[in-house]
């Protein structure tokens, strides 16, 4: 009889689509699940060898020798075909160990690949922890400054609305008083117009004299009226110590005059702060004409001088000649003259410009009234 063909369908799993890792996967369910990566690689790399030694042990004894027992059945003759049985099945063994080790291989680089993404995903779950803070971070400093904008805005709206509620107030205070006032004048109008009813009533019931008397009277009190100024009118009409009477009290006449009195000074301070300034120019004037006054007679005694030094040198054709004294009392006369003539033109000078300060006042007198 033939032998039956011995196949490592045990050992050999790629027809079942896996990478030799069923053991590995009884392996890792008996592993604790606080095993790191290093013992996963190892269990990895070492279990398929020991599954593959298991399954060659089954095909072999304990010993070394042959498990297989084979039946009554066969001759003598079948069994020398043993030997070729186990080149056989030793290269198929070999031929597995090599798709084995390829196997590891494969096993080994995937679980390079899969520690590398667990180390990139981690990476990338710190960054985005640390992203996720910062941006946290950034979320609350937005969110305290909107709550600070909210309450500044809260306050201003606040402080806004009192305001325009003390305007309200206010504004309906003075329509009050307003309307107040109103009545008042209408009341004092009315009691002006029956006076003045009464009072013509009064001047056609009496004599022309009295009648006279009572107009010149009158008049006197308009004419002071109309001297006082406004500031003296508005302090008689502020006068509140009057009572039931109409004319102002002591104290306020006694302010309008001293109003009076401060306007005068006023003015009149103003009026020798203006001639002041006038005589500091005229000063001025005065000062630069006898400067060049004085200038002019520099260059005539310098003029003098260098006539006195010439004499020296002439001194023997002057002797020669006649009527020395005649010369000098000429060369004296000549030099009054020019000095009468220059005093002449200064003070015509000094004239001009104080025609042309007085019409310059005069013009600006004229735009201001």
């Known amino acids: 009889m033939a032998v039956p063909e011995l196949r490592c369908q045990d050992v050999d799993d790629t027809a079942e689509g896996d990478l030799g890792l069923s053991d590995e996967y009884d392996r890792r369910r008996c592993c604790p699940p606080s095993a790191s990566m290093e013992d996963l690689s190892r269990t990895l790399i070492v279990s398929p060898v020991l599954s593959a030694a298991s399954s060659f042990d089954s095909l072999l004894g304990a010993n070394g020798h042959q498990s297989w027992t084979p039946s009554p059945e066969f001759s003598c003759q079948d069994r020398t075909s043993y030997p070729d049985e186990i080149t056989f099945l030793q290269s198929e063994l070999d031929i597995c160990k090599r798709l084995l080790n390829a196997k590891y291989l494969a096993a080994h680089i995937l679980l390079k690949q899969l520690l590398k993404v667990s180390e990139e995903k981690e990476q990338g779950n710190k960054i985005n922890h640390l992203k996720f803070r910062d941006l946290f971070k950034e979320l609350n400093t937005l969110q305290y400054e909107l709550q600070c904008m909210e309450?500044?805005?809260r306050i201003s709206q606040q402080s806004w609305l009192d305001k325009l509620n003390s305007i309200m107030e206010e504004n309906l205070e003075n329509k009050a008083k307003l309307k107040a006032q109103s009545e008042t004048i209408k009341k004092l109008t009315y009691t002006a117009q029956v006076l003045r009813r009464e009072r013509d009533e009064l001047l056609a019931l009496t004599d022309v004299k009295e009648r006279d008397v009572y107009l010149q009277s009158c008049m006197d009190k308009f004419d002071e009226w109309c001297d006082s100024s406004s500031l003296e009118v508005a302090v008689l009409a502020a006068c509140m110590c009057r009572g039931p009477n109409q004319e102002p009290c002591k104290c306020a006449h006694a302010v309008s005059y001293k109003q009076r009195q401060l306007n005068e000074l006023t003015e009149r301070a103003k009026k020798l702060e203006a001639q002041m300034f006038d005589n500091a120019k005229t000063s001025d004037i005065y000062r630069e004409a006898f400067e060049v006054q004085l200038a002019k007679n520099r260059k005539l005694t310098r003029k003098v001088?260098?006539?006195?030094?010439?004499?020296?040198?002439?001194?023997?054709?002057?002797?020669?000649s006649k009527g020395i004294d005649n010369q000098k009392s000429l060369i004296d006369d000549l030099v009054e003259n020019l000095c009468d003539k220059n005093e002449a033109l200064v003070h015509q000078q000094v004239m001009v410009k104080l025609l042309a300060l007085q019409i310059g006042r005069m013009e600006t007198s004229q735009m201001d009234s």
């Open 151 to 153: 309450e500044h805005l």
């Open 305 to 320: 001088i260098e006539l006195q030094s010439r004499k020296d040198v002439l001194g023997t054709i002057i002797a020669k």
